[in-house]
């Protein structure tokens, strides 16, 4: 039997990590706040250890300047330009580009460009994902455009953000 040739394969899980395989364009997409989002693996599926989003933001998309206190961010720019403030330092995101964010670390991003951008997003450790399926709104397919965000859509990140760690950081006062 293979599995007496291969020593890991005796082993027993530790954990409940789940395999996960998700083809291209499959997987939940939602809109929030005006982006589009893809859950490629939730906290449950990782047994809380992290999460992972494939993000498109359309030019003029991006969320406001804010910080986590439960995870760190990380960004892996695929397709296009974003532009990351971080803080207070500016940081052009181009096809390849990765940036770590620290928690308690401001931070924001915003497509600049004239073309939607394409990232993967990554919290260690998981939660953000459950914050989007709170905040978002499921899309029926992977080529559905992002919904623009309404007055109330913002109104609903602002109320529900603290719940998850996460700090809205309001404009400087002139």
Known sequence: ML????????????????????LSESGNIYSAVGDRYRLLASGKETSG????????????GGPPPHYHTREEESFYVIDGEITFTVDGKTIVGKPGTFV???RTVPHAFKNNSDQPVQMLIQCVPAGFDEF????????PSAD?????PTEADIAKLLETAPKYGIHIVPPPEH
């Open 100 to 102: 770590q964010i620290p």
């Open 132 to 139: 989007l399926l709170e905040i978002a709104t499921e899309l």
């Open 49 to 60: 250890a992290y999460c992972l989003l494939e993000a498109t933001v359309p030019p003029g």
């Open 3 to 22: 599995r007496d040739f291969l020593p890991f394969a005796r082993l027993t899980p530790v954990s409940n990590v789940s395999f996960i395989h998700r």
């Open 144 to 148: 559905s455009p992002p919904i623009p």
